[in-house]
């Protein structure tokens, strides 16, 4: 830990005000959000009062710890605030102010006593954009980490809800709270995420992403291993089944951990509706799921390689579609991928207002008028929009980036090796997902190893259990 | 998983999860991972079945005619007696592949010698398995693509399947073979329309003998059923074992009755005079004239099948040599030695007729002898080595 | 990683695009001056417009175009048709075979084992068989369909003469019988003011091949006892007339179910061929009326004398002109009596004029149409 960046050295406060309102203003020199305010008390003793104005309810601080000081002349033991603390040293003064504390030193006693008077300003609890539901829960994390907490509380009221928290991040010095519930989770992966946990040594901490790339088991791997949510009631199941999560200060992204690859392809809407549609949209989206990885490596391939498999009829449209184009089928399709890949990833920069008029119109012009130019063949299209529609349909943002970036590899084996080549692909995709733990726990679990009892919740949606376990 | 389903999930991932990390008792084996028995069935299945359904069909009809049905069923008792044996080779040394108890039971030298003929045989088996491999899709996909490109390709795939361990080799085979039965049965339901069970007459023309020379090639595949030996310390011992592997027996022997079946029915008497009949079935298929064709996919499933089962091999091979040597990991050795499948593979014949030479009788029978007889030698002189010590015990107690 | 670039870039060897392949419909065999002639329909991939023109002439020109080759062989016929494409030649669709009864006179073995061998040909193509040259029909350009070969191929699918595809054109072959029956195709004349290529073929008749060699066309009504016997009779309505009333009856049957039933007993072969069908009136030309059941009774005798004729008018061209199994009693007694078909498999030519067959036919009438007594009497009484 670079305590330099902190503070220099470590003193025990003196009694002296003048001595210790140096020490602490030369750790704070240039903080123009310290406030350093010294008044009399009615005891007439010199006293400083050190916060942190964005941090600190001044409102409060001077109602109830300023005032009746000023007036009153009580102790300051006394003030009539919980959890009033007492700090010895500069390190602990300097944290007590960053974390929002008040600090009150009083001429003569060598310790200070600090009042937890958080309060920064926050965006209240919103619907998360990228996770909407039809029905369910509307309030989504923020980046509060005390009110994240609060909203995995006020749903999870039992004191096997076990919260540690820690910071991480030399210089940004981030809170994240290591959440599990008690009984649930197995110990020794409890063990293990500490572990890890302590084990990463990380500069700075700024979103979730950087915590789970320090403590996945496979970094290099285009599958995520955590998931990444801002939805508390998706923390609350997962905590129920046995995972953990890690809360981080400053995002409301959650990681939680170990998943498998069906996790990614669940939304929580599935338990919210009716048995027979998320059967149905469940399996809806295993097919849609493959079919954003392979559909353009298979049309490429069969376009190509295997055109006898084309009913006769089609590939008499196809034919004349493609009669006039210049470009071989696979060429044809790289183009048309990554023209889709950078209007996605352009739309997302766009601001709202604009955003979604120029990508409805905007594709179907470009469309449109690629094809009549004869650059693309009108197939291409429909092939190229129903993968991307199929990857949208992915619930877990971070999984559908792993078909995108998996259909390319593909296209390359198509166009060389025809459907055997699809098929070696689709091969290494599956030892790769063997392979892959998350957190000890197999990815392709409960399919493969497959444990009989979990496997119903793959291909079906059971009732949630009523009996206590 | 979000609606407080039942958590007897995490109790099993626990398992998994300290015994991957855990390994008891496994000193003695190259890898240190484990699979479930229902694992090792999904295995075995394309092993055997992978390379037989091309041929089985054609040799079944030329011997047996329209009993050729028959001829899987008689098969399947070498099948049988594999399977027996190594679960039977398994009580005596559990924890111990054929290479490991044949030196307990033959003693060192004679040991390490019938280990060396596997070590022989098995690339031997392998290469062929990829040159079939090699040339079935040549002849059926991709005409212009040179052999070494396809064959490679899928070795090299098998190479780091099998580099990762048995239990990723479990898992793959378990997704693979699942895909490969439900696409299948598929196939064959879309081909109900066209089949004509009357071809099912003849019956026994000329007696039973045709189907019982028609047996042999079948026999010679079933015998794989062996490897078991090779893989059973691997798998995570319930009491379930034996009848896990007889339920797999069976259903192979349905699976290779039914191919038959269907090619009766379909092709009738011209089944011989095709050279992958199988092939030509998938080829009829025509669904209101919108699916068509469709055997590139059918050669496209099928490769998943072979994928398994060069897999297996590979693996079997790798494990064996290196436990012949003596080391404590095979890891290092997967890609040398598929690089002497490979060799295997172009050595092994020169030219398409080299290779339906090499499923004719003198191979079924060289096989055989290899993958079944010389295990029953080893497993009687277990058991006689067995029975003499207790015989000695006996008599030194009284 | 270059390894992998430079396999990826040297390779896509067997990598062929749509726009490169010349995709033939329909193929035709013709023999002529000693050489074997191979048609191919080939499809021309014209880019058309979203709204297709119609007009008066139906399909736009030049969908389908022919290419023909000749050679000794087939082979060598279509090694030379390829040299005519500047596209290859893809015969993975092509549905359609036609072969000219010119061509089956001097025997088809040669391009069963072709079609049967070559990888790309599809072995439920179907077959056909032509009056003329088959090229003639290969380059008609169909108003209704996309090409010819799609208007046969529909027939086909629709039943209208035999349903035979290349693998059972080598089953029959190479089967006990040795025979085998295609429809006989021949084109439709051109409206009057259409272009002469502007027309459709159309079904007439039946061409028998006896042991792989074309040997007699047959017209109606003797095609229909053959369709009957060998089950595939599809598409018919037959008049039937009763005695005494003036007029006729016309019947379509709904399904017909032939059996054959064979029978050996003391050294003497017999076949027992049962017909079962059941029909429905379509035309009633004759004051009779369908309520009575004595009609009916009448109706269904009629009917059954009929197709008796008309089987064993079959028969007695099969057995003792051409002694040819047409309808491939050789297979059931194969299937039955294997012992004795064995001892006996050799005298098949010399046995099977001497069969014995008895027809027997069931015919019921279950249906009369929408109406029941006869229509369109004029100054009908009402009783």
């Given at each position: 830990?670079?305590?330099?960046?902190?503070t220099?050295?470590?003193?025990?406060l003196t009694?002296?005000l003048?001595?210790?309102?140096?020490?602490?203003?030369?750790?704070?020199?240039?903080c123009?959000?310290?406030?350093?305010?010294?008044?009399?008390?009615?005891?007439?003793?010199?006293?400083?009062?050190?916060?942190?104005?964005?941090?600190?309810?001044?409102?409060?601080?001077?109602?109830?710890?300023?005032?009746?000081?000023?007036?009153?002349g009580?102790?300051a033991?006394?003030?009539?605030?919980?959890?009033?603390?007492?700090?010895?040293?500069?390190?602990?003064?300097?944290?007590?102010?960053?974390?929002?504390e008040?600090?009150?030193?009083?001429?003569?006693?060598?310790?200070?006593t600090?009042?937890?008077?958080?309060?920064?300003?926050?965006?209240?609890t919103?619907?998360?954009?990228?996770?909407?539901?039809?029905?369910?829960?509307r309030?989504?994390?923020?980046?509060?980490l005390?009110?994240?907490?609060?909203?995995?509380?006020?749903?999870?009221?039992?004191?096997?809800l076990?919260?540690?928290?820690?910071?991480?991040?030399?210089?940004?010095?981030?809170?994240?709270?290591?959440?599990?519930?008690?009984?649930?989770?197995d110990?020794?992966?409890?063990?293990?995420?500490?572990?890890?946990?302590?084990?990463?040594?990380?500069?700075?901490?700024?979103?979730?992403?950087?915590?789970?790339?320090?403590?996945?088991?496979q970094?290099?791997?285009p599958?995520?291993?955590m998931?990444?949510?801002?939805?508390?009631?998706?923390?609350?199941?997962?905590?129920?089944e046995?995972?953990?999560?890690?809360?981080?200060?400053?995002?409301?992204?959650?990681?939680?951990?170990?998943?498998?690859?069906?996790?990614?392809?669940?939304?929580p809407?599935?338990?919210?509706?009716?048995?027979?549609?998320?059967?149905?949209?469940?399996?809806?989206?295993?097919?849609?799921?493959?079919?954003?990885?392979?559909?353009p490596?298979?049309?490429?391939a069969?376009?190509?390689?295997?055109?006898?498999?084309?009913?006769?009829?089609?590939?008499?449209?196809?034919?004349?579609?493609?009669?006039?184009?210049?470009?071989?089928?696979?060429?044809?399709?790289?183009?048309?991928?990554i023209?889709?890949?950078?209007?996605?990833?352009?739309?997302?920069?766009?601001?709202?207002?604009?955003?979604?008029?120029?990508?409805?119109?905007?594709?179907l012009?470009?469309?449109?008028?690629?094809?009549?130019?004869?650059i693309?063949?009108?197939p291409?299209?429909?092939i190229?929009?129903?993968?991307?529609?199929?990857?949208?349909m992915?619930?877990?943002?971070?999984?559908?980036i792993?078909?995108?970036?998996?259909?390319?590899?593909?296209?390359?084996?198509?166009?060389?090796?025809?459907?055997?080549?699809?098929?070696?692909?689709?091969?290494?995709?599956?030892?790769?997902?063997?392979?892959?733990?998350?957190?000890g726990?197999?990815y392709?679990?409960?399919?493969a190893?497959?444990?009989?009892?979990?496997?119903k919740d793959v291909?079906?949606?059971?009732?949630?259990?009523?009996?206590?376990? | 998983?979000?609606?407080?389903?039942?958590?007897?999930?995490?109790?099993?991932?626990?398992?998994?999860?300290?015994?991957?990390?855990?390994?008891?008792?496994?000193?003695?084996l190259?890898?240190?991972?484990?699979?479930s028995?229902?694992?090792?069935a999904?295995?075995?299945f394309?092993?055997?079945?992978?390379?037989?359904?091309?041929?089985?069909?054609?040799?079944?009809?030329?011997?047996?005619?329209?009993?050729?049905w028959?001829?899987?069923?008689?098969?399947s008792?070498?099948?049988?007696?594999?399977?027996?044996?190594?679960?039977?080779l398994d009580?005596?040394?559990?924890?111990?592949?054929?290479?490991?108890?044949?030196?307990?039971?033959?003693g060192?030298?004679?040991?390490?010698?019938?280990g060396?003929?596997?070590?022989?045989?098995?690339p031997?088996?392998?290469?062929?398995i990829?040159?079939?491999?090699?040339?079935?899709?040549?002849?059926?996909?991709?005409?212009?693509?040179?052999?070494?490109?396809?064959?490679?390709?899928?070795v090299?795939?098998?190479?780091?399947?099998?580099?990762?361990?048995?239990?990723?080799?479990?898992?793959?085979s378990?997704?693979?073979?699942?895909?490969?039965?439900?696409?299948?049965?598929?196939?064959f339901?879309?081909?109900?329309?066209?089949?004509?069970?009357?071809?099912?007459?003849?019956?026994?023309?000329?007696?039973?003998l045709p189907?019982i020379?028609?047996?042999?090639?079948?026999?010679?595949?079933?015998?794989?059923?062996?490897?078991?030996?090779?893989?059973l310390?691997y798998?995570?011992r319930?009491?379930?074992t034996?009848?896990?592997?007889?339920g797999?027996?069976?259903?192979?022997?349905t699976a290779?009755?039914?191919?038959?079946?269907?090619?009766?029915?379909?092709?009738?008497?011209?089944?011989?005079?095709?050279?992958?009949?199988?092939?030509?079935?998938?080829?009829?298929i025509?669904?209101?004239?919108?699916?068509?064709?469709?055997?590139?996919?059918?050669?496209?499933?099928?490769?998943?099948?072979?994928?398994?089962?060069?897999?297996?091999?590979?693996?079997?091979?790798?494990?064996?040599?290196?436990?012949?040597?003596?080391?404590?990991?095979?890891?290092?050795?997967?890609?040398p030695?598929?690089?002497?499948?490979?060799?295997?593979?172009?050595?092994?014949?020169?030219?398409?007729?080299?290779?339906?030479?090499?499923?004719?009788?003198?191979?079924?029978?060289?096989?055989?002898?290899?993958?079944?007889?010389l295990p029953?030698?080893?497993?009687g002189?277990?058991?006689?080595?067995?029975?003499?010590?207790?015989?000695r015990?006996?008599?030194?107690?009284t | 990683?270059?390894?992998?670039?430079?396999?990826?870039?040297?390779g896509?060897?067997?990598?062929?695009?749509?726009?490169?392949?010349a995709?033939?419909?329909?193929?035709g065999?013709?023999?002529?001056?000693?050489?074997?002639?191979?048609?191919s329909?080939?499809?021309i991939?014209?880019?058309?417009?979203?709204?297709?023109?119609?007009?008066?002439?139906?399909?736009?020109?030049?969908?389908?175009m022919?290419?023909?080759?000749?050679?000794?062989t087939?082979?060598?016929?279509?090694?030379?048709?390829?040299?005519?494409?500047?596209?290859?030649?893809?015969?993975?669709?092509?549905?359609?075979?036609?072969?000219?009864?010119?061509?089956?006179?001097?025997?088809?073995?040669?391009?069963?084992?072709?079609?049967?061998?070559?990888?790309?040909f599809?072995?439920?193509?179907?077959?056909?068989?032509?009056?003329?040259?088959?090229?003639?029909?290969?380059?008609?350009?169909?108003?209704?369909?996309?090409?010819?070969?799609?208007?046969?191929?529909?027939?086909?699918?629709?039943?209208?003469?035999?349903?035979?595809?290349?693998?059972?054109?080598?089953?029959s072959i190479?089967?006990?019988?040795?025979?085998?029956?295609?429809?006989?195709?021949?084109?439709?004349?051109?409206?009057?003011e259409?272009d002469?290529?502007?027309?459709?073929p159309y079904?007439?008749?039946?061409?028998?091949?006896?042991?792989?060699?074309?040997?007699k066309?047959?017209?109606?009504?003797l095609?229909?006892?053959?369709?009957?016997?060998?089950?595939e009779?599809?598409?018919?309505i037959?008049?039937?007339?009763?005695?005494?009333?003036?007029?006729?009856?016309?019947?379509?049957?709904?399904?017909?179910?032939t059996?054959?039933?064979?029978?050996?007993?003391?050294?003497?072969?017999?076949?027992?061929?049962?017909?079962q069908t059941?029909?429905?009136?379509?035309?009633?030309?004759t004051e009779?009326d369908l309520?009575?059941?004595?009609?009916?009774?009448?109706?269904?005798?009629?009917?059954?004398?009929?197709?008796?004729?008309?089987?064993?008018d079959?028969?007695?061209?099969?057995?003792?002109?051409?002694?040819?199994?047409?309808?491939?009693?050789?297979?059931e007694?194969?299937?039955y009596?294997?012992?004795?078909?064995k001892?006996?498999?050799?005298?098949?030519?010399?046995?099977?004029?001497?069969?014995?067959?008895?027809v027997?036919?069931?015919?019921?009438?279950?249906?009369?149409?929408?109406?029941?007594?006869?229509?369109g009497?004029?100054?009908?009484?009402?009783?």
């Amino acid at each position: 830990m670079d305590t330099s960046l902190i503070t220099q050295q470590n003193l025990p406060l003196t009694g002296h005000l003048a001595v210790d309102q140096e020490m602490l203003s030369s750790v704070f020199a240039g903080c123009s959000d310290v406030v350093f305010h010294t008044f009399e008390t009615a005891c007439h003793t010199s006293a400083l009062c050190v916060y942190c104005i964005g941090l600190c309810d001044t409102e409060r601080l001077e109602r109830q710890v300023l005032t009746p000081f000023q007036e009153m002349g009580i102790e300051a033991a006394q003030v009539p605030l919980a959890s009033v603390k007492s700090v010895e040293t500069t390190t602990q003064a300097v944290q007590a102010i960053l974390e929002g504390e008040a600090l009150l030193l009083l001429e003569g006693s060598m310790i200070g006593t600090t009042y937890p008077l958080y309060k920064a300003e926050n965006r209240s609890t919103e619907e998360p954009l990228a996770e909407s539901t039809v029905r369910g829960a509307r309030d989504g994390f923020t980046e509060s980490l005390t009110m994240n907490m609060s909203l995995l509380r006020k749903r999870l009221k039992t004191p096997a809800l076990k919260i540690h928290t820690r910071n991480m991040g030399d210089r940004t010095n981030t809170s994240i709270s290591l959440v599990y519930m008690e009984g649930i989770i197995d110990p020794k992966l409890v063990q293990e995420v500490k572990k890890r946990l302590s084990d990463l040594k990380l500069r700075d901490v700024l979103e979730s992403q950087y915590i789970e790339e320090g403590i996945v088991d496979q970094r290099y791997s285009p599958f995520p291993q955590m998931i990444a949510t801002e939805r508390p009631d998706v923390v609350a199941s997962n905590l129920l089944e046995g995972r953990f999560a890690i809360l981080v200060d400053g995002t409301p992204f959650t990681l939680i951990a170990p998943v498998t690859i069906f996790s990614m392809l669940q939304s929580p809407e599935d338990y919210y509706q009716n048995v027979f549609m998320s059967v149905f949209v469940r399996w809806l989206r295993y097919i849609f799921f493959v079919l954003s990885m392979l559909l353009p490596s298979a049309y490429v391939a069969i376009t190509t390689f295997h055109q006898e498999m084309i009913p006769t009829v089609l590939l008499l449209s196809i034919a004349r579609a493609r009669e006039e184009i210049p470009f071989p089928a696979l060429v044809e399709a790289l183009i048309m991928e990554i023209a889709f890949e950078a209007l996605r990833e352009a739309g997302v920069r766009l601001p709202k207002q604009v955003g979604s008029a120029v990508s409805i119109v905007g594709a179907l012009i470009i469309g449109q008028a690629a094809t009549s130019a004869g650059i693309v063949s009108a197939p291409m299209i429909i092939i190229v929009a129903i993968t991307g529609i199929a990857s949208f349909m992915i619930p877990r943002y971070a999984a559908s980036i792993a078909t995108r970036l998996l259909r390319f590899p593909m296209m390359f084996l198509a166009g060389t090796l025809g459907l055997t080549g699809v098929m070696l692909g689709v091969i290494l995709v599956v030892i790769h997902l063997s392979s892959l733990r998350s957190f000890g726990t197999p990815y392709l679990s409960p399919v493969a190893p497959t444990m009989s009892k979990e496997l119903k919740d793959v291909w079906w949606r059971p009732a949630p259990r009523n009996k206590p376990d | 998983m979000y609606g407080g389903v039942q958590h007897q999930g995490t109790n099993r991932i626990r398992t998994i999860h300290t015994q991957a990390i855990k390994g008891e008792g496994l000193h003695m084996l190259t890898d240190k991972g484990k699979i479930s028995e229902t694992q090792l069935a999904f295995m075995i299945f394309p092993a055997i079945l992978a390379t037989a359904i091309l041929s089985v069909p054609g040799i079944t009809m030329h011997y047996a005619g329209h009993d050729m049905w028959l001829s899987p069923i008689i098969g399947s008792i070498i099948g049988f007696a594999a399977v027996a044996i190594s679960i039977g080779l398994d009580r005596l040394y559990p924890g111990k592949t054929l290479i490991q108890s044949s030196v307990s039971i033959a003693g060192r030298i004679s040991g390490k010698l019938i280990g060396l003929v596997y070590i022989i045989f098995l690339p031997h088996l392998t290469g062929l398995i990829i040159r079939t491999y090699g040339e079935f899709i040549v002849n059926n996909a991709l005409p212009r693509t040179p052999l070494f490109v396809v064959m490679g390709t899928m070795v090299a795939v098998c190479a780091l399947n099998v580099r990762l361990g048995i239990e990723v080799v479990g898992r793959t085979s378990q997704i693979f073979v699942t895909l490969l039965i439900v696409l299948l049965s598929l196939i064959f339901i879309l081909l109900i329309g066209e089949l004509n069970p009357a071809e099912l007459f003849p019956f026994m023309e000329n007696g039973p003998l045709p189907s019982i020379k028609g047996a042999l090639a079948p026999a010679a595949w079933f015998s794989e059923y062996i490897v078991i030996a090779f893989l059973l310390p691997y798998v995570n011992r319930r009491k379930r074992t034996t009848r896990v592997m007889l339920g797999s027996l069976l259903i192979t022997t349905t699976a290779m009755t039914v191919i038959n079946l269907f090619c009766l029915f379909l092709i009738g008497d011209l089944t011989d005079s095709f050279v992958y009949p199988v092939m030509i079935a998938a080829r009829y298929i025509t669904i209101a004239d919108f699916l068509q064709h469709i055997e590139s996919l059918i050669i496209a499933v099928w490769i998943f099948g072979i994928f398994v089962k060069i897999s297996v091999f590979l693996y079997i091979f790798a494990t064996s040599t290196a436990e012949w040597f003596g080391l404590k990991d095979y890891k290092p050795v997967v890609v040398p030695l598929s690089f002497l499948c490979m060799v295997y593979a172009y050595w092994v014949v020169s030219g398409g007729s080299g290779a339906s030479s090499l499923i004719g009788p003198s191979a079924n029978l060289y096989t055989i002898s290899i993958l079944l007889i010389l295990p029953a030698m080893i497993y009687g002189l277990a058991w006689l080595k067995k029975g003499w010590a207790h015989f000695r015990k006996n008599q030194a107690n009284t | 990683m270059p390894i992998l670039c430079c396999v990826l870039l040297s390779g896509c060897w067997d990598r062929i695009e749509i726009n490169d392949l010349a995709i033939v419909l329909a193929t035709g065999i013709d023999y002529e001056d000693g050489k074997v002639q191979l048609t191919s329909q080939i499809f021309i991939p014209r880019k058309a417009s979203a709204g297709d023109s119609s007009g008066s002439g139906g399909s736009p020109s030049g969908v389908t175009m022919i290419r023909t080759a000749d050679g000794h062989t087939i082979a060598e016929a279509l090694n030379r048709l390829q040299r005519k494409v500047p596209r290859n030649m893809f015969w993975g669709h092509c549905e359609v075979i036609i072969i000219s009864e010119q061509a089956g006179k001097r025997g088809i073995r040669e391009y069963i084992d072709f079609f049967l061998r070559y990888p790309q040909f599809r072995e439920h193509a179907y077959v056909f068989s032509s009056e003329r040259a088959a090229k003639d029909i290969l380059a008609l350009l169909d108003p209704l369909e996309r090409s010819s070969a799609e208007s046969l191929r529909e027939m086909a699918n629709m039943k209208l003469g035999t349903r035979m595809t290349a693998l059972e054109l080598g089953k029959s072959i190479e089967g006990p019988g040795s025979s085998v029956i295609l429809s006989r195709m021949l084109i439709l004349p051109p409206e009057p003011e259409q272009d002469k290529l502007t027309t459709t073929p159309y079904v007439k008749g039946l061409s028998i091949y006896k042991k792989d060699r074309y040997v007699k066309t047959v017209k109606e009504p003797l095609s229909v006892g053959v369709l009957l016997l060998a089950k595939e009779l599809n598409n018919i309505i037959m008049p039937v007339e009763i005695k005494p009333l003036k007029g006729s009856f016309s019947i379509q049957p709904i399904e017909i179910q032939t059996v054959l039933k064979p029978r050996i007993v003391n050294q003497r072969w017999s076949m027992k061929v049962d017909i079962q069908t059941r029909g429905e009136v379509v035309l009633n030309t004759t004051e009779g009326d369908l309520t009575d059941p004595a009609v009916i009774t009448k109706l269904e005798q009629e009917w059954s004398a009929k197709l008796t004729t008309l089987a064993h008018d079959a028969l007695e061209m099969a057995q003792k002109e051409l002694r040819t199994d047409l309808f491939k009693f050789a297979v059931e007694f194969r299937r039955y009596y294997p012992h004795q078909w064995k001892k006996q498999e050799k005298n098949w030519e010399t046995l099977y004029p001497e069969l014995d067959v008895e027809v027997k036919v069931g015919a019921h009438v279950v249906r009369t149409g929408k109406s029941t007594g006869p229509q369109g009497i004029p100054d009908e009484d009402e009783n």
